[in-house]
């Protein structure tokens, strides 16, 4: 009888799975800074694997083509945003409406700026007629307002929003949770602040906070 091939050890197998993800990791890190520089058109796979010392080859083969590897790496941060709200704020949650605006948005601030090249990743494709923006808009833009909407709206109710149309305040918050990592090269040449700087994020999430998500400002008169 023929032998029955030896299977990879476990700890083998294990650590070529993590290689292979970490390299993923790196060419979604490197194409997204390659799409924020240029766009969509403009970027190219040559020059991501280029940015990393990768062969083009290799990037093709985790992502067959620019398409598909855009889409990658729109999904790769937004799963992110999306698991971190269901770790922060589960289903079924005990938060007030204005606790979890506060965290959801929170967690936004958060990871734009552990990615700050998503925001101009992202103003690539709000230029009129984009191709991708449809895609973006059903996939995650429009269930990221159907979670956040209602909690916007509750809070409202509640006075610890101020009255108004509850979609201009999401773009108004998403425009405040951004800026920081949106405009940290403009903060640092004119005063020296820097988004890497902790004390900074720290304060500007505190000033963001007590201006807008904090105190009860916009009590209806009964």
Same mark, same amino acid.
Do not use: C
């Given at each position: 009888?023929?032998?029955?091939?030896?299977?990879?050890?476990?700890?083998?197998?294990r650590r070529e799975q993590?290689?292979?993800?970490?390299?993923?990791?790196?060419?979604?890190?490197?194409? !997204? =800074? @390659?799409?924020?520089? #240029?766009?969509?058109? +403009?970027?190219?796979?040559?020059? &991501?694997?280029?940015?990393?010392?990768?062969?083009?080859?290799?990037?093709?083969?985790?992502?067959?083509?620019?398409?598909?590897?855009?889409?990658?790496?729109?999904?790769?941060?937004?799963?992110?945003?999306?698991?971190?709200?269901?770790?922060?704020?589960?289903?079924?949650?005990?938060?007030?409406?204005?606790?979890?605006?506060?965290?959801?948005?929170?967690?936004?601030?958060?990871?734009?700026?552990?990615?700050?090249?998503?925001?101009?990743?992202?103003?690539?494709?709000?230029?009129?007629?984009?191709?991708?923006?449809?895609? !973006? =808009? @059903?996939?995650?833009? #429009?269930?990221?307002? +159907?979670?956040?909407?209602?909690? &916007?709206?509750?809070?409202?109710?509640?006075?610890?929003?101020?009255?108004?149309?509850?979609?201009?305040?999401?773009?108004?918050?998403?425009?405040?949770?951004?800026?920081?990592?949106?405009?940290?090269?403009?903060?640092?040449?004119?005063?020296?602040?820097?988004?890497?700087?902790?004390?900074?994020?720290?304060?500007?999430?505190?000033?963001?906070?007590?201006?807008?998500l904090n105190k009860k400002?916009?009590?209806?008169?009964?």
């Open positions: 009888m023929r032998k029955a091939a030896k299977k990879a050890p476990p700890v083998r197998k993590q290689r292979s993800m970490d390299t993923r990791d790196t060419i979604l890190k490197a194409a !997204l =800074a @390659e799409f924020a520089d #240029k766009g969509f058109d +403009g970027a190219s796979i040559r020059v &991501i694997a280029e940015r990393i010392g990768l062969m083009h080859q290799l990037i093709t083969h985790h992502f067959k083509n620019k398409e598909i590897l855009w889409q990658a790496v729109a999904d790769h941060i937004f799963d992110r945003i999306r698991a971190r709200w269901d770790e922060r704020v589960p289903e079924g949650s005990s938060l007030s409406p204005i606790e979890r605006v506060r965290e959801e948005y929170r967690t936004v601030f958060n990871v734009t700026l552990e990615f700050p090249e998503f925001h101009h990743f992202m103003l690539r494709e709000s230029r009129p007629g984009s191709p991708r923006m449809p895609w !973006l =808009a @059903e996939k995650y833009l #429009k269930p990221l307002m +159907g979670r956040l909407l209602p909690q &916007i709206t509750d809070a409202q109710e509640q006075g610890d929003l101020p009255p108004g149309d509850p979609v201009l305040i999401h773009y108004m918050l998403i425009g405040m949770t951004t800026a920081l990592s949106s405009l940290g090269a403009d903060m640092a040449a004119t005063s020296g602040r820097t988004p890497e700087n902790p004390a900074v994020v720290a304060n500007y999430w505190t000033l963001l906070e007590v201006v807008i400002l916009y009590k209806r008169k009964v």
